[in-house]
């Protein structure tokens, strides 16, 4: 590991970590990742051992984050437009632990396991950070025998994979989930989780956006027809996830080199994977003479012809296309499995090359509960989870962008004063308008200078504020001033509350 | 370990490890601690030698817990009245990660640092679970150079502590903090804490409480006056902080004998500690022969009058009492000390004797940034922590003891039809509903029972149902229905929305 000692013997002598570390972070996208994290590691142990004030780091771990108040204030709202929706659909909330027995995560998230994050073994039991709320909510189910439940959970889940500021990939993320679990008629919960989807989106208001659609069951259907062997079809569904990332050719390439496909094969699997389009589309795969010998995709096929009727009836087929290269990673799907993806511009039917990164996904997982169910009971679930990170990037940028400016607080009134030692009166004043529960603010000091304090109205976007001096107080008033236009106006001591509570409205705050 | 092989070979000799789980947790509260989780991890490992899906073990990690929608729906409703209050007094919110560098916890907690949770060692950084959100809030204000900030944050936490449901202790628990960074006139920001602590356990409506306050200052003046040597002062706080759970006496049988303080000293610690009062008590205090020689001290209980004065203006002085014997655990209090008790009957000043544990705390830290700042910038902080998860348990209790029914969800009305083949037909009028803003729900099956869908609305609490048939299609009207009256009307097809809409606002849903 000789760049370490290139690093501390370069341009420092004495023991600089923290410059260490920064030139460490500022090259470490040049260095692969185990390198750094290795070099990391080699640095926070010289530092320990003559730690002291002038060397700690301030940072927080890798592939995580702070939000700033402005921050969170998009984000308040991005949670509250989700929630409301969940709501609006009926569903519940739970919460479960950040951590699971660390043996309840393993076998569900195929090669992805070794993403996982494990706690130390400090005597007890071994846990894990959950990677995701599905495995959670499935466990909750079998542990609590529920045969049907329509929950939505927000909540952080962790993935220790290579972080990526630029394609939205950290290490601790958020994710919102709304799901049905419950054996039910075909497709009816599929179609609400769609639309819910939909709904999601649409009231983000961040552009237009396509929901592709596919089934586990035609693409194992297809896989059949084709001749890939049972064995190599999760494989190859992993493989094929790939697609919105890479062109068709790589992924062709990587079936046929690293999977073991033969290219005959792949060339036939070709053929399917890169049909889109609508109901037409569903008719003539429902007539392809190959598929229909197929009882597996015929099943997938059949349901799919309902779920866009049941889409129709909900008014939101022009956005959905069935998209029979749509794999999706993880291993438990096992029916009809979608991701909504934005467009630059109008979507197409036929043109889907200009769609950026996922939005939303989800699909139908009918055996994970089984799996968790000492006795096997089947409790067939569908759900969709909202990319709530990628959501926040994209509508921070437009925020940036438009130079929009966000409050990061709701106060409505300042209680200030032009005059020294007032600072009992405003105590008084500030204490009632809480009482009324109107949101109110003053400054921290004794005698505060008034152009500070309708400078801090301003600033923060504080639309109201009262001042009280002497003359107010041997007038029994008090004055209100609107902040944007700086008009003023007395207004009895007396019903102040209630004149402040009316212009409020007018505020909307 | 005699007692596990008494475990295996009692009442069964298969491999029967839920059945050894189940009894190793009845009989876990009789055993040690360390005994109990060495010997779910010999059971854990064993039964992982032979792991299959019978002997999956379905439980959630030590100390921790899943939230039904029944106690979600009471966990929302405390948050919210936390989170409105903490706005009405203009706090921005932010978010830090849930695990921070292991080294920036360390050195903070005292003795509890060994009850911080670590992430395994997998490469990389070395992490630990956060264990309470003000140290990474001292570091987030730190690392960015913030010098003034009034923020909330609402997060879980954890400690791998001896659990105790009972008690109301857990593993994994969610912290509510709101706190006042920066440099402001005295005792303003602390008078504020003060306001929002009682605000909240007011609007939270479990019944009378107390608000005790001390001083670090004043309390390390006691120990000064009375003979305490100053390298004791840590240790002899956290003696003291055990006054809420044992007796005087006791507290000062371990002051003698586990942290060697004379007798003498003991006894005259002993006749401050015991005392508590309101301002009188201040007044007599600053005149205190002792005291008076002892400048911190001086300092602390003229700030203390000054609060009192300011907690007379916000009008809360009534519930809240001068303590000398609180002492708070934690090592970074640096000034005021707070915590609120609920008291089982009315409040005395006279009488502390019926209060149960505290239910709300916090104080004032003003070095703590500075620590993190690598030029010891000072940010004096102060700050108030709700202790929600004992909040939750009384108002748990409460609402079972009622028998106080509580709504899940918030759906408003169900689409419902008493005729066969209606699917489409209530697919399309519940979408009209979702976009319009009405939380709706309809059963998922194609050909649902009339009586199964009203018995669903009595269930959940829906207020409203829709009733689309064959002759309500005819007529161009749907009837609604009022769930608890059963009161029925038809209702012009083409303006149903507004109708329905007319009548919620009158269930105020």
Redesign the interface.
């Known amino acids: 590991m000789h760049w370490i000692t290139v690093l501390q013997k370069a341009s420092f002598r004495t023991k600089q970590f ?1 410059v260490q570390f920064r030139i460490l972070r500022l090259i470490s996208s040049h260095l692969p990742n ?1 390198v750094t ?2 070099a ?2 080699q640095l ?1 142990h010289q530092q ?1 051992a003559g ?1 002291s ?2 060397n ?7 592939g ?6 402005k921050q ?2 998009i ?2 709202k991005i949670f509250s437009t989700i929630i409301s929706c969940f ?15 660390k ?2 995560l393993l076998e569900n998230y195929g090669e992805e396991t070794k993403l996982i ?11 894990s ?1 959950r990677y995701d709320l599905t495995v959670p909510f499935a ?2 189910l ?3 025998k529920i045969k049907r439940c329509k ?1 939505y959970h927000i909540g ?1 889940v962790y993935r ?1 994979d290579n972080p990526s500021i630029k394609r939205g990939r950290f290490r ?1 993320f958020v994710q919102c989930d709304f799901d ?1 679990a ?1 054996q ?2 075909p497709m ?2 599929d ?2 989780c769609l ?1 819910v989807m939909h ?1 999601i989106l649409t009231a983000l208001q961040f552009g237009d956006f396509l929901i592709k659609i596919n089934d586990r069951r035609i693409l194992h259907g297809i896989f059949t027809v084709c001749g890939i062997p049972e064995i190599k079809f999760e494989r190859t569904c992993s493989t094929l996830d790939k697609l919105d990332k890479v062109t068709w050719e790589e992924v062709k390439n990587e079936m046929i080199r690293e999977d073991g496909i033969s290219p005959e094969c792949v060339d036939h699997v070709s053929e399917y994977v890169q049909l889109h389009g609508g109901p037409c589309l569903i008719e003539k795969l429902l007539k392809d003479p190959k598929l229909v010998q197929n009882k597996l995709a015929m099943e997938g096929l059949e349901d799919m012809k309902l779920l866009f ?2 889409l129709s ?3 939101i087929i022009d956005q959905v296309s069935l998209n029979l290269g749509l794999a999706r990673g993880l291993a438990y799907y096992t029916g009809v499995i979608y991701e909504a993806v934005l467009l630059h511009q109008k979507y197409n039917h036929l043109n889907e090359s200009l769609t950026i990164s996922s939005v939303a996904g989800g699909g139908r997982y009918d055996g994970l509960v089984t ?2 169910d ?1 006795k ?1 009971y089947k409790v067939p679930c569908v759900g969709v989870s909202i990319g709530v990170e990628r959501i926040f990037s994209i509508i921070e940028q437009n925020n940036e962008m438009s130079k929009k400016k966000i409050r ?4 409505q009134v300042l209680v200030a004063t032009p005059q020294k030692n007032f ?2 009166l405003r ?2 004043f500030i ?1 009632k308008l ?2 009324a ?5 003053m400054i ?3 005698n505060p200078k008034l152009l500070e304090q309708l400078h801090y109205c301003e600033e923060t976007g504080i639309p109201l504020a009262i001042i009280i001096g002497e003359e107010e107080l041997n007038n029994g008033v008090v004055k209100l001033r609107d902040v944007v236009t700086r008009k003023e106006v007395n207004i009895p001591q007396e019903n102040f509350i209630e004149e402040i509570k009316r212009r409020l409205e007018k505020y909307n705050t």
């Open positions: 923290p185990q994290e290795d990391e590691k926070s320990n730690a004030k002038e700690l780091i301030l940072k927080v771990p890798k995580t984050r702070d939000f700033s108040p969170m204030a984000r308040e709501k609006r659909h009926g569903a519940v909330t739970i919460d479960t632990p950040v951590f699971e027995l043996e309840l994050y494990d706690l130390e073994d400090q005597g007890g039991e071994l846990l950070l466990r909750y079998a542990m609590n929950r952080k220790r601790e049905i419950g039910y008629d009816i919960p179609a609400e639309k709904e009727e049941y009836l909900f008014g799996k968790f000492s096997g990061t607080t709701e106060t600072l009992a105590m008084k204490s809480w009482n529960g109107i949101k109110a603010e921290y000091k004794k």
